[in-house]
C-alpha cells in the first residue's frame, strides 16, 4: 500500500514536471514575439509546479531584465545559483542584473566565476575584461572626486575661440543666443540625421546650466484661468516621435507650456538631438518650458544604456562630462497650481515627507541611494495599499493609501509620473490619484506600445490625455551606443 502511494506520488511529480515544461515552452514563445508580461506569467506558473528548475528562474530572470525589473531578474538569478551552483546561465542572469543597478563589483564576481569554469569561453571573457574596466574607472572617479573642489568643464573651455570652419552649412546661435529660427533650423538639421557644430551644442550646455542651476529643487507654477500645460513622459532618444508631438500638439511658445517629466536620454540611440532641443527651448522659453530630472539623467545609467556612447561618438568625453554636470541641476519635481505634483518617478519610502522638504533637497549630485531624491527619480506605484520592496531593485513600490495620505497631508489633488512603460501611453491608478505618462511609443522598437500625453487646463485640472503612435526613424537601432555588457546580456 506505502508502496503504491510512493509510486503514485512520482507519478504526480512527473506529471507536473512535464505540465511544468510545457508551462515553459509557452512561456518561451511570448518571449520571442517580445510579450514579457505573458512570458513572466507562464514562467511563474511552471514554477509553481515545480519550484527547484534553475532554468525557470533563469529564463524568467532574462523577461524581467526586458521589462527593466532588475530588482526581480537579482532574485531570480540568484535562487537560480542556490538551486545549482553549477548554472552557468544563472551567473551571467546575475551579472547583468547588477550591472544594471550601477554594482559593477558584484558583477565582476559573477564573471570571474564563470572565467574561471570557462577559461576559453571569449565572450565570458569580454564581458569580464569590459567589466572590471569599469571597475577601476569607478574606483578612479572616486578617487579623483576626493579632491577639494571639482573643477567644471565650463572653466575648461573657450568657447569663444571655437572656430566654425567654412564648409559647416548648419544652423548657428545669433550673437550666442537661441532664436526661434534657430530651433526650427536646428531640428530640421537634426532630422536629416546631421551633427550641430560642437560650438553650438558647447553655447547651449553653458547657458542651460546657469539657467538650470538657478531654479530651485521644486518648481512652482501657477497658470491662470485660461491656460493649459502640455505633459509629456519619457522620450528616451526617440527624436521623430519627438518631432511628431510637436506636430501634433505645437511647437512650444509662451501661449503654449510644456513639461518634459525626465528620461530624455538612453536607449533611443538619437538621445543627442533630443536634449538639444529640449534644451534649446528651455533657454527660448525658460518660464514656459519646463524639464525634471529622470532616473536616467545620470552617469550610472549613461554609462550603461547608451548616453555616454553616443556623446563620445558625436562629440567628445569631455562634452559628456558636461551633460553630466547639467543633467545634476533639473530639478526633481513641479507643483502646477499648488494641487498637481509632478515627478518622474514617486512617492516616498517614508511617510511624512513635505513639499519643503522636497524645496530643500540639495539636488546637484548624483543620486543617493535612499532618501527623498532617489524615490522621486525611481519609486513605482503598486494597486495594493502599503509599501513594498521595489521590482527595480532601487526606492520602493507604493500604495493607494500612500498617495492618499501624501496628498492629504500637502493639500494636493493628484500627482503625475512617467518612468514605466505602459500599452495606452498612460494608466490612471489610485482612485485617479496617481497617473503615469509615457511618451515614447513603440518603446525600443519592440514594445508596440502607444505614447501619450496629458493636458492640465487651469479652469478644473482635469488630465486630458492624448495618444499617439510611432514613426519611422533612420535604421539606427536602439541601444547602439549602449554598453557592450549590456547589449550582449539583454540578448
Given at each position: 500500500?506505502?508502496?503504491?502511494?510512493?509510486?503514485?506520488?512520482?507519478?504526480?511529480?512527473?506529471?507536473?514536471?512535464?505540465?511544468?515544461?510545457?508551462?515553459?515552452?509557452?512561456?518561451?514563445?511570448?518571449?520571442?514575439?517580445?510579450?514579457?508580461?505573458?512570458?513572466?506569467?507562464?514562467?511563474?506558473?511552471?514554477?509553481?509546479?515545480?519550484?527547484?528548475?534553475?532554468?525557470?528562474?533563469?529564463?524568467?530572470?532574462?523577461?524581467?531584465?526586458?521589462?527593466?525589473?532588475?530588482?526581480?531578474?537579482?532574485?531570480?538569478?540568484?535562487?537560480?545559483?542556490?538551486?545549482?551552483?553549477?548554472?552557468?546561465?544563472?551567473?551571467?542572469?546575475?551579472?547583468?542584473?547588477?550591472?544594471?543597478?550601477?554594482?559593477?563589483?558584484?558583477?565582476?564576481?559573477?564573471?570571474?566565476?564563470?572565467?574561471?569554469?570557462?577559461?576559453?569561453?571569449?565572450?565570458?571573457?569580454?564581458?569580464?575584461?569590459?567589466c572590471n574596466k569599469i571597475v577601476k574607472q569607478k574606483a578612479f572617479e572616486r578617487a579623483i572626486a576626493s579632491d577639494e573642489?571639482?573643477?567644471?568643464?565650463?572653466?575648461?573651455?573657450?568657447?569663444?575661440?571655437?572656430?566654425?570652419?567654412?564648409?559647416?552649412?548648419?544652423?548657428?546661435?545669433?550673437?550666442?543666443?537661441?532664436?526661434?529660427?534657430?530651433?526650427?533650423?536646428?531640428?530640421?538639421?537634426?532630422?536629416?540625421?546631421?551633427?550641430?557644430?560642437?560650438?553650438?551644442?558647447?553655447?547651449?550646455?553653458?547657458?542651460?546650466?546657469?539657467?538650470?542651476?538657478?531654479?530651485?529643487?521644486?518648481?512652482?507654477?501657477?497658470?491662470?484661468?485660461?491656460?493649459?500645460?502640455?505633459?509629456?513622459?519619457?522620450?528616451?532618444?526617440?527624436?521623430?516621435?519627438?518631432?511628431?508631438?510637436?506636430?501634433?500638439?505645437g511647437l512650444p511658445s509662451e501661449t503654449n507650456p510644456y513639461l518634459f517629466n525626465g528620461d530624455f536620454v538612453d536607449r533611443?540611440?538619437?538621445?543627442?538631438?533630443?536634449?538639444?532641443?529640449l534644451f534649446g527651448f528651455k533657454l527660448l522659453y525658460p518660464d514656459n518650458f519646463h524639464l525634471l530630472r529622470g532616473n536616467?539623467?545620470?552617469?550610472?545609467?549613461?554609462?550603461?544604456?547608451?548616453?555616454?556612447?553616443?556623446?563620445?561618438?558625436?562629440?567628445?568625453?569631455?562634452?559628456?562630462?558636461?551633460?553630466?554636470?547639467?543633467?545634476?541641476?533639473?530639478?526633481?519635481?513641479?507643483?502646477?497650481?499648488?494641487?498637481?505634483?509632478?515627478?518622474?518617478?514617486?512617492?516616498?519610502?517614508?511617510?511624512?515627507?513635505?513639499?519643503?522638504?522636497?524645496?530643500?533637497?540639495?539636488?546637484?549630485?548624483?543620486?543617493?541611494?535612499?532618501?527623498?531624491?532617489?524615490?522621486?527619480?525611481?519609486?513605482?506605484?503598486?494597486?495594493?495599499?502599503?509599501?513594498?520592496?521595489?521590482?527595480?531593485?532601487?526606492?520602493?513600490?507604493?500604495?493607494?493609501?500612500?498617495?492618499?495620505?501624501?496628498?492629504?497631508?500637502?493639500?494636493?489633488?493628484?500627482?503625475?509620473?512617467?518612468?514605466?512603460?505602459?500599452?495606452?501611453?498612460?494608466?490612471?491608478?489610485?482612485?485617479?490619484?496617481?497617473?503615469?505618462?509615457?511618451?515614447?511609443?513603440?518603446?525600443?522598437?519592440?514594445?508596440?506600445?502607444?505614447?501619450?500625453?496629458?493636458?492640465?487646463?487651469?479652469?478644473?485640472?482635469?488630465?486630458?490625455?492624448?495618444?499617439?503612435?510611432?514613426?519611422?526613424?533612420?535604421?539606427?537601432?536602439?541601444?547602439?551606443?549602449?554598453?557592450?555588457?549590456?547589449?550582449?546580456?539583454?540578448?
Open positions: 500500500m506505502a508502496h503504491e502511494s510512493v509510486n503514485g506520488s512520482e507519478k504526480k511529480m512527473a506529471e507536473g514536471g512535464n505540465d511544468a515544461e510545457l508551462l515553459k515552452e509557452k512561456a518561451n514563445k511570448y518571449f520571442k514575439e517580445k510579450d514579457y508580461e505573458n512570458a513572466i506569467k507562464y514562467y511563474s506558473e511552471a514554477l509553481e509546479l515545480n519550484p527547484s528548475n534553475a532554468i525557470y528562474y533563469s529564463n524568467r530572470s532574462l523577461a524581467y531584465l526586458r521589462t527593466e525589473c532588475y530588482g526581480y531578474a537579482l532574485a531570480d538569478a540568484t535562487k537560480a545559483l542556490e538551486i545549482d551552483k553549477n548554472y552557468i546561465k544563472g551567473y551571467y542572469r546575475r551579472a547583468t542584473s547588477n550591472m544594471a543597478l550601477g554594482k559593477f563589483k558584484a558583477a565582476l564576481k559573477d564573471y570571474e566565476t564563470v572565467v574561471r569554469v570557462r577559461p576559453n569561453d571569449k565572450d565570458a571573457r569580454m564581458k569580464y575584461q569590459e573642489i571639482k573643477k567644471s568643464v565650463v572653466d575648461s573651455l573657450d568657447i569663444e575661440n571655437m572656430t566654425i570652419e567654412d564648409d559647416y552649412v548648419g544652423p548657428k546661435l545669433e550673437d550666442g543666443k537661441v532664436s526661434m529660427k534657430f530651433m526650427n533650423e536646428m531640428m530640421d538639421w537634426f532630422q536629416d540625421q546631421k551633427k550641430l557644430h560642437r560650438k553650438c551644442a558647447y553655447q547651449i550646455l553653458v547657458q542651460v546650466k546657469d539657467v538650470l542651476s538657478k531654479l530651485p529643487s521644486l518648481v512652482e507654477i501657477t497658470l491662470k484661468e485660461t491656460e493649459k500645460i502640455t505633459i509629456c513622459g519619457d522620450t528616451h532618444g526617440q527624436y521623430y516621435d519627438l518631432l511628431n508631438i510637436f506636430k501634433l500638439n533611443g540611440s538619437f538621445s543627442v538631438e533630443v536634449i538639444l532641443t536616467h539623467e545620470t552617469d550610472n545609467m549613461n554609462q550603461m544604456y547608451g548616453f555616454e556612447g553616443e556623446v563620445k561618438a558625436k562629440y567628445t568625453a569631455q562634452m559628456f562630462q558636461l551633460f553630466s554636470e547639467v543633467f545634476q541641476w533639473l530639478p526633481l519635481a513641479q507643483c502646477i497650481n499648488n494641487k498637481v505634483l509632478v515627478m518622474h518617478g514617486g512617492l516616498f519610502s517614508e511617510d511624512g515627507v513635505t513639499l519643503e522638504d522636497l524645496r530643500k533637497i540639495d539636488r546637484n549630485r548624483q543620486p543617493p541611494d535612499s532618501g527623498p531624491m532617489c524615490d522621486l527619480l525611481w519609486s513605482d506605484p503598486q494597486p495594493q495599499n502599503g509599501r513594498s520592496i521595489s521590482k527595480r531593485g532601487v526606492s520602493c513600490q507604493f500604495g493607494p493609501d500612500v498617495t492618499e495620505r501624501f496628498l492629504e497631508q500637502n493639500k494636493l489633488d493628484f500627482i503625475v509620473r512617467s518612468h514605466e512603460v505602459k500599452a495606452e501611453g498612460y494608466e490612471v491608478t489610485h482612485s485617479g490619484k496617481c497617473i503615469t505618462v509615457f511618451s515614447a511609443p513603440n518603446y525600443c522598437d519592440q514594445m508596440g506600445n502607444k505614447g501619450a500625453y496629458i493636458h492640465l487646463r487651469a479652469s478644473d485640472l482635469k488630465p486630458e490625455f492624448h495618444q499617439f503612435t510611432a514613426v519611422p526613424h533612420p535604421n539606427v537601432k536602439p541601444m547602439a551606443y549602449a554598453n557592450t555588457l549590456m547589449q550582449l546580456g539583454m540578448m
